[in-house]
């Protein structure tokens, strides 16, 4: 198999799959860089070497600024194409020609850089960036004149390495128009020897002359890179395929143990424990009296507190009433009016935090705790469709058990019950007072009057305490069967679910085995 052929069952494994939409995107971005891809062949060297003649030259089309003081500024990608485009990105210009010489080579991209070692410091780094962690086969250019490359150029070429391994590069001599042919191959020689003795000699070598059309040389170079296209770009792409390929792998290795992540067995198991959920229920009932108790102290509390406000407010007063006895009764619904939003709110208070108390145990509940587990493991076996959307519905609330519904619901309830507790105490102790004051005004008569009231309370307070129990527990048992029903759902759906999934646990070890013999 070709690397295209396996690149093409990569894509086929991958796109099998709907749950890998991550590394089907990556595949997708490796492809279209695989396809896109050109050998890079960056020319370097220093300023007015000769580097933007030479790829003029090279197309045939006088398309880069040639000057004698350091003139490129900007990297320049250069490659063939049918339709033309031209367009600056990050700082680099990218040009698309329909151009007859660059067609002979259209596996290559021709990338003029700014000269090094000019004044420019900017224009050094900019080939600095340029080359930062980049593939690409650097075509070192000198003026022949010069006799010689420069220090900095060959330290540049030795970082370049550094980003590239197999690092292989082009030595041209240029503007040999300019010395005799003898002296030309001495600065050839030279420069070849004295690169090998510093580290590794250019893997071509030639000699041009913009001036005299003379770049044949250059020119079959470049050819030869062209035809060694797929072994380049194999080589550049072969570690981030395998690395996919590895990638794939795990995803399905994944898939397949989720799919088996609960077997026969193990299903029966939890249906069998889900019947523990009855014992919560159990467990519920068996707490009421104990909440009973607790609720009704805690009631009692806030009615006193309540009553020994009225109590006061009706001493402060007191004067008033000798007077004019009238004014008890618009004062009771005063002192009412000011106080019943706060009893409420703190008889909600004492509901709310039951409930929440509660619910805490509940959640601490074994079984619960085993369905949880459950539940999250099966989110990730279900990715997607109805199972998902049962099982989001208990997760998604974050807590198994969830009163917030009811906590609304029961605060209505209540509403009706306190009303006729204020109703008592406001009538009570409005009749007993008004009646007493006809005989004598004193304020034991205000005292005689809240007792008499509180002894009657305590019924109600009673009943109320009853009545909020009984709606904690109803609240959380009918959570715990809405919960049990959802469970019992998504069992039978992972249960009808099993057969389908055989067979794709098969085609993930099928599938494995392919992607292993696409590793070299
Ligand atoms: N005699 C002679 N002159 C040449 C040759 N090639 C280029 N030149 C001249 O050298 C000068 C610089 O050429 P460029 O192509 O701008 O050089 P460069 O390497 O691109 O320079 P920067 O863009 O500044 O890095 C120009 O005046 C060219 O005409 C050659 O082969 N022989
Ligand atoms: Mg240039």
Same mark, same amino acid.
């Given at each position: 198999?070709n690397?295209?052929?396996?690149i093409?069952?990569? #894509? ?10 991550? !590394?089907?995107?990556k ?15 960056v020319?370097i060297?220093?300023f ?9 030259k090279?197309?045939?089309?006088d ?9 490129t ?5 250069i490659?063939?194409s049918?339709?033309e485009?031209?367009?600056n990105? @990050? ?11 660059? #067609?002979?080579?259209?596996n ?20 600095e =960036?340029y080359?930062?962690n980049?593939?690409?086969i ?11 490359? %420069? @220090?900095?150029?060959i330290?540049?070429?030795?970082g ?12 041209v001599v240029?503007?040999? @128009?300019r ?5 030309a191959?001495r ?5 070849? %020897?004295?690169?090998?003795d510093i580290?590794?000699?250019? !893997?071509y070598a ?6 005299? &059309? ?7 170079i470049?050819?030869?890179y ?5 072994? /380049?770009?194999? &080589?550049?792409?072969? #570690?981030q395929?395998?690395?996919?390929? &590895?990638?794939l792998?795990? =995803?399905?290795?994944?898939?397949? &143990?989720?799919?088996?992540f ?5 299903i029966?198991?939890?249906?069998? +424990? ?12 068996? +707490? +009421?009296?104990?909440? /009973? ?7 009692e ?19 008033t009433y000798?007077?004019?006895?009238k004014? *008890?009764?618009? @004062? ?12 409420y709110e ?5 509901f709310?935090?039951?409930l929440?108390? /509660? ?10 705790n085993?369905l ?7 989110t990730?076996f279900a990715?997607?469709?109805?199972i998902?959307?049962?099982?989001g519905?208990?997760?998604g609330a ?10 609304t619901?029961?605060s209505?309830v ?5 009303? *006729?507790? /204020?109703t ?42 009853e ?5 904690i ?5 009918s959570?715990?069967i809405?919960?049990?029903?959802r469970?019992? +759902? ?6 009808d ?11 993930i070890e099928?599938?494995?085995?392919i ?6």
């Amino acid at each position: 198999m070709n690397m295209n052929e396996k690149i093409k069952k990569l #894509k086929e494994i991958a796109f099998k799959y709907e749950e890998l939409k991550e !590394i089907q995107e990556k595949v997708q971005n490796f492809i279209k860089e695989y396809e896109d891809f050109k050998i890079p062949i960056v020319f370097i060297g220093e300023f007015s070497v000769g580097k933007s003649s030479l790829i003029n030259k090279i197309l045939d089309e006088d398309l880069l600024e040639v000057n004698t003081t350091p003139t490129t500024a900007k990297p320049y990608e250069i490659c063939y194409s049918e339709e033309e485009k031209r367009y600056n990105k @990050d700082g680099i210009e990218f040009l698309f020609l329909k151009n007859k010489n660059l #067609k002979n080579i259209k596996n290559l991209k021709i990338v003029d850089l700014p000269g090094i070692t000019s004044q420019y410091f900017e224009h050094t780094s900019i080939v600095e =960036n340029y080359l930062a962690n980049k593939y690409v086969i650097p075509v070192v250019v000198m003026d022949a004149s010069k006799g010689a490359l %420069s @220090d900095e150029v060959i330290s540049f070429i030795r970082g370049i390495k550094l980003n590239n391994q197999n690092f292989e590069y082009i030595l041209v001599v240029n503007k040999v @128009d300019r010395i005799s042919e003898e002296e030309a191959n001495r600065v050839l020689e030279n420069t070849i %020897s004295i690169l090998r003795d510093i580290y590794k000699e250019p !893997i071509y070598a030639c000699k041009t002359s913009v001036e005299e &059309s003379k770049i044949s040389s250059l020119i079959s170079i470049l050819h030869k890179y062209n035809n060694k296209y797929d072994e /380049i770009r194999q &080589s550049i792409f072969i #570690k981030q395929f395998e690395e996919l390929v &590895s990638e794939l792998e795990m =995803n399905l290795e994944q898939i397949k &143990s989720l799919l088996s992540f609960l077997s026969e067995s193990e299903i029966e198991n939890l249906s069998i +424990q889900l019947e523990e959920l009855k014992n919560a229920e159990e467990e519920l009932k068996s +707490q +009421q009296e104990e909440e /009973i108790i607790k609720i009704r102290k805690k009631l009692e509390e806030e009615f006193e507190k309540f009553m020994a406000g009225l109590e006061n407010y009706l001493y402060i007063n007191f004067e008033t009433y000798v007077k004019n006895p009238k004014r *008890i009764e618009t @004062d009771i619904y005063n002192y009412i009016e000011r106080e019943q939003p706060k009893l409420y709110e703190s008889l909600e208070g004492i509901f709310k935090r039951t409930l929440f108390e /509660i619910e805490g145990k509940l959640e601490n509940l074994e079984i619960l705790n085993k369905l949880n587990e459950f539940l999250f493991n099966a989110t990730k076996f279900a990715s997607a469709g109805r199972i998902g959307e049962l099982i989001g519905g208990v997760v998604g609330a974050g807590r198994i058990v969830s009163t917030a519904g009811w906590i609304t619901k029961i605060s209505r309830v209540l509403s009706h019950p306190i009303t *006729i507790i /204020i109703t008592i105490i406001a009538t009570g102790v409005i009749g007993f007072l008004l009646d007493r004051f006809k005989r004598d005004k004193t304020k034991e008569a205000i005292r005689d009057a809240i007792q008499s009231v509180r002894r009657e309370l305590g019924k109600e307070i009673n009943k109320i305490s009853e009545r909020m129990s009984e709606e904690i527990i109803n609240a959380l048992n009918s959570e715990i069967i809405k919960v049990k029903d959802r469970f019992v +759902q998504v069992i039978n759906m992972i249960r009808d679910k099993k057969t389908e999934q055989k067979t794709k646990i098969a085609q993930i070890e099928m599938d494995i085995k392919i992607l292993k013999g696409l590793k070299a």
